[in-house]
């Protein structure tokens, strides 16, 4: 198995290229692209904050995000053969939408939890007057990309409720029975709060460092 720390940056953004340029079925599409334009993305800030191994893990927390902008958008561009299979096929990206999101939110709020209390004696310095030793600084920098990439994601996910609440109405128009859809964006409107909060906490930390 590859060890993460052993990917150079150079190597992540070929990653993040090969998804944009590999990927032919056209309803995974842009899935891919948006995967593969946010590990590029993430892999060169990841690498101004951490070398490799900040590169790495901002490739993946990029392909994260973008994937899931990506997916959302993909599925406004598709053609559909009847309004039944567009109704099947939207409720079950919006389910692993959701899902997606859920899983981003629970890891949203615990790293808030962790950032208030690692940052709470960093804010006192700073209070103070004291300068951040270099351990700090790159304590408050991993909190900063962090805090970024948990507002790409709530981003990606506001973008994702509203093409769900889009196609809801389109579908409403055309007969269809979209309870289930409209129970998916409900499931990823709740995700999403619950990552506006965490991004609240992470904002409330970092501004008594950063001001």
Not at 30 to 41: D, F, P, R, S
Not at 196 to 207: P, V
Request: proline share 1%; with cysteine.
């Amino acid at each position: 198995m590859t060890s993460i720390g052993r990917w150079t940056p150079v190597s992540l953004v070929l990653v993040g290229a090969l998804a944009l340029a590999g990927c032919a079925d056209q309803k995974a599409s842009m899935t891919a692209q948006g995967a593969g334009v946010g590990a590029v993305g993430g892999a060169v800030i990841g690498g101004l904050f951490g070398g490799t191994r900040g590169a790495a893990i901002g490739a993946l927390a990029g392909a994260a995000a973008g994937g899931l902008g990506g997916y959302a958008l993909g599925s406004q561009q598709e053609q559909f053969a009847s309004t039944e299979q567009e109704l099947q096929v939207r409720t079950e990206r919006a389910r692993n939408i959701a899902a997606t999101q859920r899983d981003e939110a629970n890891r949203a709020r615990t790293a808030a939890a962790n950032y208030e209390r690692s940052l709470a004696p960093l804010s006192q310095q700073v209070a103070a007057g004291r300068r951040l030793n270099d351990s700090q600084r790159n304590t408050l920098a991993r909190a900063q990309a962090d805090r970024d990439d948990i507002r790409a994601k709530l981003e990606a996910g506001t973008k994702a409720s509203d093409e769900i609440r889009a196609a809801v109405a389109n579908l409403r128009q055309k007969g269809q029975n979209t309870s289930a859809l409209e129970s998916e964006g409900r499931d990823l409107s709740a995700s999403n709060a619950r990552l506006q909060g965490a991004l609240d906490r992470m904002n409330s930390a970092l501004g008594k460092i950063e001001a």
